[in-house]
């Protein structure tokens, strides 16, 4: 069934098995801009936009998931069951909630919780935590060591939510389930990779931190996160 509601290539060759998913399509472009060669987009619907190119010679795909797992749910599913995908990794960013983890740190998510839903209608899932693919946590873990980049591998949390009226309640999630910092994606993605058989990973890099009130600019969100891409970018095959 190709193509689906929200990915117009009609063609699954001109998606490489491995897509790198940032949030923001203006991210991804700035990716394919500055590290891809021999570039071909395949989307714009929605302007979620996506490319195909290659990295040292290595083909690799990056495309958009837009904010939250309604909408990383739809693209990662889309993928992975129509246009044989075999490995998403999401480059993020994300809200510290403790001072150990800086604005720009590198954050590999070991796994993520979440309060959310989103696992529980879509198949049945009842636990509040789902792993990223160990075996490319390994890889990434891999390439960071290689790329002499600091990486912490921690606990995430996925929230529905950005903007909490009880602000100060990201205490207690830390306290209570050990997470290090927020975005608002890698729980759907992770579920999706088990229910569709296939990988995920989720690395992230600290925008602005709740505990210390620090932030980065939204020009800086868009194309200062270089380490992160740089890491992910290595999984080109
Ligand atoms: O920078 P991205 O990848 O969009 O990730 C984070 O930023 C958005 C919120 O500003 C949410 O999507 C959150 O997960
Ligand atoms: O979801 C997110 C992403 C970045 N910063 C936050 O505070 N939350």
Not at 35 to 52: A, H, I, M, P, S
Not at 86 to 93: A, Q
């Amino acid at each position: 069934m190709l193509p689906t509601p929200h990915i117009e290539s009609k063609n699954k060759d001109e998606i490489a098995k491995t897509v790198l998913m940032p949030g923001d399509p203006l991210r991804a472009k700035f990716i394919a801009d500055t590290f891809l060669e021999d570039v071909k987009q395949f989307n714009k619907v929605r302007n979620v936009l996506g490319y195909t190119g290659t990295y040292k010679g290595k083909r690799i795909s990056v495309m958009a998931s837009g904010m939250g797992m309604p909408s990383i749910g739809i693209y990662s599913y889309e993928l992975y069951k129509f246009y044989g995908v075999e490995n998403i990794i999401r480059i993020g960013s994300c809200g510290g909630y403790t001072p150990d983890v800086k604005l720009y740190d590198v954050i590999l998510a070991k796994d993520a919780w979440s309060e959310s839903s989103f696992a529980k209608v879509q198949g049945g899932y009842d636990s509040d935590v789902i792993e990223g693919t160990p075996a490319l946590n390994e890889q990434l873990k891999k390439y960071a060591e290689e790329l002499n980049i600091p990486m912490h591998i921690e606990r995430i949390h996925s929230s529905d939510v950005f903007y909490r009226e009880n602000f100060g309640e990201y205490k207690e999630i830390y306290d209570k389930h050990g997470c290090v910092a927020v975005e608002m994606e890698a729980f759907a993605l992770f579920h999706n990779a088990k229910v569709t058989g296939k990988k995920a990973a989720c690395i992230l890099t600290v925008s602005d931190n709740l505990a210390t009130k620090e932030e980065t600019t939204s020009e800086e969100r868009q194309n200062a996160f270089t380490n992160m891409m740089k890491i992910a970018l290595e999984m080109a095959e």
